[in-house]
């Protein structure tokens, strides 16, 4: 089965401090999502990372940044944590093929609050 | 940028009834798919279709797809209180292998 774990399922922080979400998958997936979820709004893409240390824009990435360092672990870091960035963090991960788009697996998710 | 829309927002039913959501989207595409997600977890993969498929099974799920329409429906027959959850239809983009646009989600419950 696969596995995606997040770091945390729920965090506090104050604004204006630095926070990182950890993502880790083990089943080998080349592709990695970082995605917000609010109410009404759905799933937006923040960054996806296609391979160690690549990465690319989603539709939301500002006040965000992304790492990549091994192919399991993907972060997702808020500079700056601000009270509009408060929401729920989903990673997922998938794989790539010659028959193109598969399903992603996704994390339990992250409920940050920033006060 | 949402490509997709599911419709209707919120569906209430017995259990036992079955439930019946629509997704609309914009632009062409090579697949569709559909998630689950109970409250405040993740989501889970239901189902894939591609756009040369016009119906697919999967237990109690059935999908079809219509692409002149730029449409697609999930039934879930027989419902049970554990179907309760949103359900998200998800299509990929036009050019782009990567990534899928997710909709806001129907939010079914399953009254006992």
């Known amino acids: 089965d696969v596995k995606v774990t997040q770091s945390s399922r729920y965090l506090v922080k104050r604004t204006g401090e630095k926070v990182f979400l950890e993502c880790v998958q083990d089943?080998?997936?080349?592709?990695m999502f970082w995605y917000r979820q609010d109410p009404g709004l759905g799933l937006r893409l923040i960054y996806f990372?296609?391979?160690?240390?690549?990465?690319e824009k989603g539709d939301i990435p500002e006040g965000y940044s992304v790492s990549r360092e091994k192919k399991e672990r993907f972060s997702l870091i808020l500079e700056s944590a601000s009270t509009n960035q408060t929401s729920m963090y989903l990673c997922?991960?998938?794989?790539?093929?010659?028959?193109?788009?598969?399903?992603?697996?996704f994390g339990p998710g992250t409920r940050l609050t920033v006060t | 940028s949402q490509q997709g829309e599911e419709d209707p927002q919120a569906l209430s039913i017995q259990e036992g009834e079955n439930a019946t959501m629509n997704c609309s989207y914009k632009t062409s595409i090579n697949n569709l798919q559909w998630y689950r997600q109970n409250s405040g977890r993740g989501l889970v993969h239901l189902i894939l279709?591609?756009?040369?498929?016009r119906e697919k099974h999967s237990g109690r799920l059935r999908v079809t797809l219509d692409t002149s329409k730029k449409s697609s429906s999930l039934l879930i027959t027989a419902s049970r209180a554990a179907d309760t959850a949103s359900y998200f239809c998800a299509t990929d983009l036009p050019l782009n292998d990567y990534k899928l646009s997710f909709g806001a989600g129907t939010t079914v419950t399953v009254r006992a």
């Open positions: 990372s296609y391979d160690v240390k690549m990465k």
């Open positions: 997922a991960s998938s794989r790539i093929g010659g028959l193109g788009i598969y399903e992603q697996y």
């Open positions: 089943m080998d997936h080349e592709n």
């Open positions: 279709i591609r756009s040369n498929e």
